[in-house]
Every structure is written in C-alpha cells, then in structure tokens.
C-alpha cells in the first residue's frame, strides 16, 4: 500500500511540474510579442523620420482618365531646308497612367535662305520663298519611366513618354502620309498642370525642283499643358 502511494504521489507531482511549466509558457508568450512590437514599431519611427528628412512626398500626379491641352512651339529641322521656328497644340487622352492617344498639329515654314540658294544652283525660280507647312498627326504615348525630382526645397513629379504614330502634311512641296516617332519629357506642378519638352521625326515623301525625296524631318519643342479636371 504504501508503495502505490508514493506511485501516485509521483506521478502527481510530475504533472504539476508539466502543468506549472506550461502556465509558465503562457505567461512568457505576451511578454515576448510585446517586444517585438516595441522593436518593429521603433523601427517603423525611425523609417518615419528618415522620410521627413528626405522630405518624400506620397502623393503623385495622377494621369489616368484626365484631359491634357498642351501649347507649344520650338526649332524645326528640315533634310532639304534649313532649321526655323515651328508652332503648334495637341489634346491628350490618358487612358492609364502609362498610356494615352494625342491627336497634334503645327505650323512651320520652307526656310527662304535654302530656297534663294537652290534658286541660284539651279536657274529656276520657285513662287513662294516662304512656303507656309502644315501637318496634323495622331500618336500612341506610353510612359514606361515615372519618378521624382527635387526642385529647391519641393519635390517635382517627371516621366518619360514614347511615341509613335501617323499624320498628314500640306505644303507647296508635299502633301501627303508621314509616319511619325519620338520621345518627351513632362515635369508635373500642382495637380493641373506640366512642362514637357518632346522630341519628334517626321518621315515623308517631297518634291523640289522635279525630284522626290524621303524627308526625316525633325522637331524639338517645349510645351505647357493643362490638365482637366484640375484634381487628381
């Protein structure tokens, strides 16, 4: 009898040992997840602070399902005449922010000097030495690039576009397609507006003084564009 007591005494004792060991477990548990949230949230303040310094701005320029009226103007470069001035607008449509349809045009003219010249090698006159340039196009812009600048002590939202599209061009020494293809910039200011500067190749047939040619004519230009609505 007394050997089944201390049997029973024994095996008492073990699962109080086993049943405390596991209180203690329990007990140990909230402590230890309370550290850890300590640690991460003390690392998450001093990512905060970081960010404060760096001046990082969240909000960006939101482009998708918004309207861009730009105006423009800059340098034309033409194969068979010299550089001058060229003007135009374009409406933007943003699909995404990644991608929108424009649809363009300008003005430009035949430099007079190339045209006195030609008329001077060739013994031929040409009736207009100020040949006016037309040309209206429609264009695919995806954006692949979108990022951030710090402008003194402000942050500027920028991307960079691709372009590709067709047109038409009008002029006394071309009337026709044109394939066109280039590549921008846009810097974002507020919510509503930006200034981009695109770079633009136009190819296209033209005849001068009897013969055809492939032009590639290109353009640079800076624009200023308005976005509607006004708000992201």
């Known amino acids: 009898m007394a050997v089944a007591c201390h049997l029973v005494a024994s095996i008492g004792l073990v699962i109080g040992l086993t049943a405390a060991a596991r209180a203690d477990a329990r007990a140990a548990a909230p402590i230890e997840g309370t550290t850890e949230m300590c640690i991460d949230q003390e690392i998450a303040e001093k990512l905060a602070v970081k960010r404060r310094r760096r001046g990082a701005v969240d909000r960006l320029f939101v482009k998708q399902s918004r309207h861009e009226l730009t105006a423009g103007g800059g340098y034309y470069a033409s194969d068979l005449f010299s550089g001058t001035w060229v003007a135009g607008g374009a409406y933007t449509y943003h699909m995404t922010d990644q991608t929108a349809v424009e649809f363009g045009g300008g003005v430009t003219?035949?430099?007079a000097d190339v045209i006195r010249a030609i008329e001077d090698q060739r013994g031929e006159v040409l009736a207009d030495d100020f040949a006016r340039v037309l040309y209206a196009e429609s264009m695919l812009?995806?954006?692949p690039v979108y990022g951030k600048l710090r402008?003194?002590?402000?942050?500027a939202h920028f991307d960079v576009h691709l372009d590709l599209g067709v047109g038409v061009v009008d002029s006394l020494t071309s009337r026709g397609a044109m394939g066109v293809a280039g590549l921008g910039i846009k810097v974002f200011a507020g919510q509503a507006v930006a200034f981009r500067l695109d770079a633009r190749n136009r190819v296209f047939r033209q005849e001068l003084l009897d013969e055809r040619?492939?032009?590639?004519?290109?353009?640079v230009t800076l624009g200023f564009s308005v976005f509607l609505p006004f708000r992201n």
């Not at 040619?213 to 353009?219: P, W």
């Open 213 to 219: 040619f492939l032009v590639n004519d290109a353009a």
């Open 109 to 111: 003219h035949a430099n």
């Open 141 to 143: 812009l995806w954006s």
């Open 151 to 155: 402008l003194g002590g402000s942050i």
